[in-house]
């Protein structure tokens, strides 16, 4: 299933306020874990935390679910924001 302009834009989102607040949003690559969240957000003097983007709407799958309950389970947070606006919140809560 293609990344419709609206994930993009969710995506971009979480890059740029990554950037912004002095870290990175590491790309995952979903070739070698199918199913392994979009990003992994690395900041300054904050926890690491993965975000599995979506476009309005949008649900995960059922492995990508499996993977947010494998993550969770060994203490990683994972968020699925489907807005700009939900990145917005995301970044303001965790940093």
């Given at each position: ?6 994930e993009k ?5 979480v890059v ?7 870290g990175v949003?590491?790309?995952m690559?979903p070739r070698l874990?199918a ?5 992994l957000?690395?900041?300054p003097n904050?926890?690491?935390f993965f975000v599995?983007t979506?476009?309005?709407?949008g649900k995960?799958?059922k ?6 309950m494998?993550?969770?389970l060994?203490?990683h947070?994972?968020r ?16």
């Open positions: 299933m293609g990344r419709s302009g609206g834009a969710v995506e971009a989102a740029r306020l990554a950037e912004r607040a002095g949003a590491l790309k690559n874990y199913g392994i969240p979009d990003r957000v690395i900041l904050r926890p690491m599995e979506k476009a309005p709407a995960p799958s492995i990508q679910k499996r993977w947010h494998l993550l969770h060994i203490g947070t994972v699925v924001p489907s807005s700009v606006a939900e990145v917005e919140a995301l970044f303001e809560e965790l940093t």
